[in-house]
T-cell receptor, first 117, second 114 residues
Framework: AQTVTQSQPEMSVQEAETVTLSCTYD???????LFWYKQPPSRQMILVIR??????QNATENRFSVNFQKAAKSFSLKISDSQLGDAAMYFC??????????????FGQGTRLTINP | DAGVIQSPRHEVTEMGQEVTLRCKPI?????LFWYRQTMMRGLELLIY????????DSGMPEDRFSAKMPNASFSTLKIQPSEPRDSAVYFCASSLSGGRQTQYFGPGTRLLVL
């Protein structure tokens, strides 16, 4: 079974600085998808960014980018120019690339990010 | 689009009572997921449906939990009888089929069982 590990329960960063959240995963599959979700105090789960394992290019969405290291099974999230609205729990998630059936998301335990003004 | 809709947003009940959580997926999505979030166990998948048919219910904790999807636009998660350890936030999510598709989450239902 796949597992996802986020080794940083809490992180903090100064507003406008850059922060990197870590995520590692364990799988024997070669094709899969990785996600970062954000959960602000409202509890809503919001997709931040997605990476397909078959793509070598790292995904980028505005101030959010990932460093995907397939061999190392590492998938970190970099937030540039941190803003107060980025304060939230961040979850890393894994999903198999199986066309039929398993569409399960396996989540890490989350990292609570605090932005200091 | 309105996104995934869940009701109620908050539910407080007493142990032994029946609880019904409701979800309306995004129109056109053919996958629907129920998750539970607790401090101890994090986010867990309880069950998911494809085209209204339950595909995997291995995450349902015990027989007190049941889920139905009578049509493409509505699903329920029922707990009967409820226990204090069922207190959690329950999320519903939906997605289109296909490996590249993303799951979109509803706002969650915070359940407190006294």
């Amino acid at each position: 079974a796949q597992t996802v590990t986020q080794s940083q329960p809490e992180m903090s960063v100064q507003e406008a600085e850059t922060v990197t959240l870590s995520c590692t995963y364990d799988t024997s599959e070669s094709d899969y998808y990785l996600f970062w979700y954000k959960q602000p105090p409202s509890r809503q789960m919001i997709l931040v960014i997605r990476q397909e394992a078959y793509k070598q290019q790292n995904a980028t969405e505005n101030r959010f980018s990932v460093n995907f290291q397939k061999a190392a099974k590492s998938f970190s999230l970099k937030i540039s120019d941190s803003q107060l609205g980025d304060a939230a729990m961040y979850f890393c998630a894994y999903r198999s690339e199986i066309i039929q059936g398993a569409q399960k998301l396996v989540f890490g335990q989350g990292t609570r990010l605090t932005i200091n003004p | 689009d309105a996104g995934v809709i869940q009701s109620p947003r908050h539910e407080v009940t007493e142990m032994g009572q029946e609880v019904t959580l409701r979800c309306k997926p995004i129109s056109g999505h053919d996958y629907l997921f129920w998750y539970r979030q607790t401090m101890m166990r994090g986010l867990e998948l309880l069950i998911y449906f494809n085209n209204n048919v339950p595909i995997d219910d291995s995450g349902m904790p015990e027989d007190r939990f049941s889920a139905k999807m009578p049509n493409a636009s509505f699903s329920t998660l029922k707990i009967q009888p409820s226990e204090p350890r069922d207190s959690a936030v329950y999320f519903c999510a939906s997605s289109l089929s296909g490996g590249r598709q993303t799951q979109y989450f509803g706002p969650g239902t915070r359940l407190l069982v006294l």
